[in-house]
């Protein structure tokens, strides 16, 4: 039973445009989320996060916004850059004991277009 | 050092025999995971280590997996027995606290043959 859902395994967009990565999750309990952007033979990195205090976080061309009635969260990217083209994993987190252990979604590839 | 390091990169094993996978973890961090990446999945948690306590092993699939973190430092997670549905890129993350902010290695590709 996932509790992250990347329902779109791949997503397409020109460069220029905007690019937008979707997540859903089934636990009312995660309170922090996180997206992670890989690159072929490389480890995920940190790309962005959100509390759940908060319903918007931006950093320079991505921004995440986040929606807690819904259990939606999105990523968007503007103005997408064909070194954008990754594998962008979408991560949910609550406090367990002190520990944030982090559930991963599968991930959706995406391919920029010059 | 300056980042998380797994070796070996790839490993190419023949089912039923054992591997050990290593993680270096960044300096300093006290809190390490093990994942793993199977063909067309999300990453998959194996195993938590922060500091000095008890191992959070509750992703672990079954007891042919074992980890151990020796001072606190190095981590080796060994699979017995490996079968071919244990193929995946196996990956490491440091943090400094166990909380945010984690850092991923390359991850090592294990083929079971």
């Known amino acids: 039973d996932q509790q992250v859902k990347q329902n779109s395994p791949s997503l397409s967009v020109q460069e220029g445009r905007i690019s937008i990565l979707n997540c859903d999750y089934t636990n009312s309990m995660f309170d922090y989320f996180l997206w992670y952007k890989k690159y072929p033979a490389e480890g995920p990195t940190f790309l962005i996060s959100i509390s759940s205090i908060k319903d918007k976080n931006e950093d320079g061309r991505f921004t995440v916004f986040l929606n807690k009635s819904a259990k939606h969260l999105s990523l968007h990217i503007v103005p997408s850059q064909p070194g954008d083209s990754a594998v962008y994993f979408c991560a949910a987190s609550s406090e367990s004991g002190g520990s944030y252990i982090p559930t991963f979604g599968r991930g959706t590839s995406l391919i920029v277009h010059p | 050092g300056a980042g998380v390091s797994q070796s070996p990169s790839n490993k190419v094993t023949e089912k039923g025999k054992d591997v050990e996978l290593r993680c270096d973890p960044i300096s300093g961090h006290t809190a390490l995971y093990w994942y793993r990446q199977s063909l067309g999945q999300g990453l998959e948690f194996l195993i938590y280590?922060?500091?000095?306590?008890?191992?959070?092993k509750s992703g672990l699939p079954s007891d042919r997996f074992s980890a151990e973190r020796t001072g606190g430092s190095v981590s080796t997670l060994t699979i017995q027995r490996t079968q071919q549905e244990d193929s995946a890129v196996y990956l490491c993350a440091s943090s400094l606290l166990g909380g945010y902010g984690y850092t991923f290695g390359s991850g090592t590709r294990l083929t079971v043959v």
């Open positions: 280590f922060q500091g000095n306590s008890a191992p959070d």
